[in-house]
């Protein structure tokens, strides 16, 4: 299985910028997709962003235009570049691998936005 460990979560003003950083263990293939999601306390955990290979990318609308995902060439690492942060966006944020049926989960990173 597929081990998944993030970093990069913190505090930080509305406005302000964090970049998320998912490294996974090896054996990641290059038609895997990796991805962020986010779970605010009592909901449920919900989509951010998905990369398939390195190119095909997904957004949630919420954060379209406000937030970047990108993958390195080897496949194993995700960035998640978030900039414009809303209160709104106060989380624990979740990295995510699936590969046909085989899924991992990171163990989330939290991210708070003061206003």
């Known amino acids: 299985q597929v081990q998944l460990e993030e970093s990069g979560g913190g505090l930080v003003q509305a406005g302000g910028s964090l970049k998320l950083t998912c490294s996974a263990s090896e054996g990641v293939s290059s038609l895997s997709t990796m991805g962020w999601y986010l779970q605010a306390p009592g909901k449920q955990r919900e989509l951010v962003a998905t990369?398939?290979?390195?190119?095909?990318?997904n957004y949630a609308d919420s954060v379209k235009g406000r937030f970047t995902i990108s993958r390195t060439t080897n496949w194993r690492t995700i960035f998640l570049q978030m900039n414009s942060l809303k209160p709104e966006d106060t989380a624990v944020y979740y990295c995510n691998y699936r590969l046909l049926t085989a899924e991992s989960w990171g163990q989330g990173t939290q991210v708070t936005v003061s206003s």
């Open positions: 990369v398939t290979g390195n190119t095909t990318k």
